[in-house]
């Protein structure tokens, strides 16, 4: 085999080994934040695992129901009530915080109400066959984040991989994108994660196919295709943010680059087209046929909308960062003020290393994502009554860093190599794993009950399975993994190894 043969004269071994330790790194982090927020103590979750019980039980859609919820403002109950669906819990599989329909608790077995009960199957096929493994509620529970987590870190994996030429500042959008949020939202039951992690995979795919055009690797297109129809699929906004990956794509390839892909792999694209249509047929067909698209759009009053949707904005920055158990564990500001600046670092250096072409392309995706959420709250989300949520928007927040470092890299061609531009990805791996390490530890002491204790597994109130040692030690190899991952990443460039595509026989 090609790539064996070409491990075995070291050609292809130590280019791969830097990203082969960052990833894993970032599955034991996935498993530390899957383990470490308490059973149904994260957005939503019981809803979630409600919906994933719905499909265990062979029910596309439950049947319709009343929904009530203590405290919830008129607006707030026709928005879920709208999607509320109801499934029969058995006594012992029931959430502890759900009651039954007629707001009794679950002694008995009875119907319960979830919110959540028409979204989108696609999440939630995998963490349903989690509920067939256990005996309750908390058991289901677990091994539904497991199920949850695996195709997304699977998909991140395989972003970074497509990402990957050697060179280190390939990676270097991703490091701005990939929050603690990212792998928190992943490591939890619902499907933000999957439309997350998907969008993820499908633009680095869709970057590495405009990096190399004619050259790029049968990987980089299967992983297009099947993150793209993942994308779609996996929430409510998924056509959006696969149509702004795909365009912010576009726009580096240019016309002349774009018109030599088409003559080179007219094929695949027809394949991959319509493929895409589709995924958004069975979106819109599915949208139809459970109702669940039914936001409603009113730009009135005008002015006072549009002040609204700037102050969602302030929490859907801080949200997008790092906000963690039931959204009530904001990591604290100067800690996202660092991690935005590292991302606004990132945007400066796109605009003064791209081509003209590239300039606008990174200025026109800044000034959308920043207008985005504004005016998707001030006019739509608004009208449900609830707060729009950082994870929500992540998909499309993500796409600043990662044009952004895609753009440097593009430019920077021999320039990485000098000592001064050798240390910067290095460095900016080492904080990575710091900051990730940070977050995951300043959540932990909250979860365990203790939250302005150092040391906060010898006085916990709540133990996650296997105990917080165990958890800590997995997060300690995650950032020895990354930080050793740094070292390879500068002999990589220290070695001036060229920007090539690695092979894959498929």
């Known amino acids: ?89 058995p006594a012992a599989m029931s959430p502890g915080n759900e009651v039954c329909e007629d707001g009794k608790p679950d002694v008995r077995g009875c119907l319960e109400v979830t919110p959540t009960g028409d979204y989108y199957p696609v999440a939630y096929v995998l963490p349903a066959v989690g509920l067939k493994l256990a005996s309750n509620a908390t058991e289901a529970l677990w091994f539904g984040r497991i199920l949850s987590l695996l195709p997304c870190v699977a998909l991140i994996l395989a972003g970074l991989f497509a990402l990957w030429d050697s060179s280190g500042w390939s990676l270097a959008g991703a490091l701005g994108a990939l929050t603690p949020m990212v792998l928190f939202v992943c490591s939890i039951l619902n ?49 959006l943010s696969a149509l702004a990956g795909l365009a912010i794509a576009v726009g580096l390839i240019g016309a002349i680059a774009g018109r030599e892909l088409l003559a080179a792999r007219r094929r695949e694209l027809a394949r991959l087209g319509a493929l895409f249509v589709a995924a958004g047929l069975a979106w819109a067909g599915y949208s139809i046929l459970s109702g669940v698209a039914h936001s409603q759009f009113d730009a009135s009053p005008f002015w006072a909308s549009l002040q ?24 604290p500001a100067p800690a996202r003020w660092l991690w935005w600046s590292a991302d606004a670092a990132l945007v400066l250096g796109a605009l003064m290393l791209g081509s003209r072409r590239e300039r606008i392309v990174v200025a026109v995706t800044l000034a959308l994502v920043l207008l985005y959420p504004v005016l998707f709250f001030a006019w739509v989300y608004r009208l449900s009554g609830y707060g729009l949520q950082g994870r929500q928007l992540l998909p499309i927040l993500m796409l ?26 290095p460095a900016a791996l080492v904080g990575f794993a710091a900051f990730q390490a940070y977050a995951w530890w300043y959540n932990a002491r909250v979860s365990a009950g203790v939250p302005h204790a150092g040391a906060f597994w010898v006085h916990a109130h709540w133990d996650p399975p296997l105990g917080w040692p165990v958890w800590i030690a997995v997060v300690g190899l995650g950032t020895l993994a990354l930080i050793t991952a740094a070292a390879g990443l500068y002999r990589c460039l220290a070695a001036r190894a060229p920007a090539r595509s690695f092979e894959v026989l498929v």
């Open 1 to 89: 085999m090609l790539v064996g043969a070409r491990l075995a004269r070291g050609s292809i071994g130590p280019r791969l080994w830097p990203i082969g330790l960052i990833c894993v790194g970032l599955v034991l982090f996935g498993f530390a934040w899957t383990m470490s927020s308490p059973p149904f103590q994260a957005p939503d979750e019981a809803s979630h695992y409600l919906r994933a019980m719905e499909l265990d039980q062979g029910e596309l859609l439950g049947p319709r129901v009343r929904y009530a919820t203590p405290g919830a403002s008129p607006a707030q109950l026709a928005f879920a009530a709208h999607d509320a669906r109801g499934v029969e819990v």
């Open 191 to 239: 499907p933000s994660g999957l439309e997350i992690a998907s969008n993820f995979a499908f633009v680095a795919a869709a970057f590495r196919i405009a990096r190399d055009r004619a050259r790029a690797p049968k990987f980089s297109w299967i992983l297009l295709g099947l993150s793209g129809v993942l994308t779609i699929v996996a929430y409510q906004t998924g056509p």
């Open 308 to 331: 609204q949707g700037l102050d969602a904005l302030r929490s859907v920055w801080e949200d997008a960062v790092g906000n963690f158990s039931s959204l009530t564990v904001p990591l």
């Open 400 to 425: 600043v860093p990662l044009l952004s470092g895609e753009v440097i890299h593009r430019n920077l061609r021999q320039t990485a190599f000098r000592p001064a531009a050798r240390l910067v990805v």
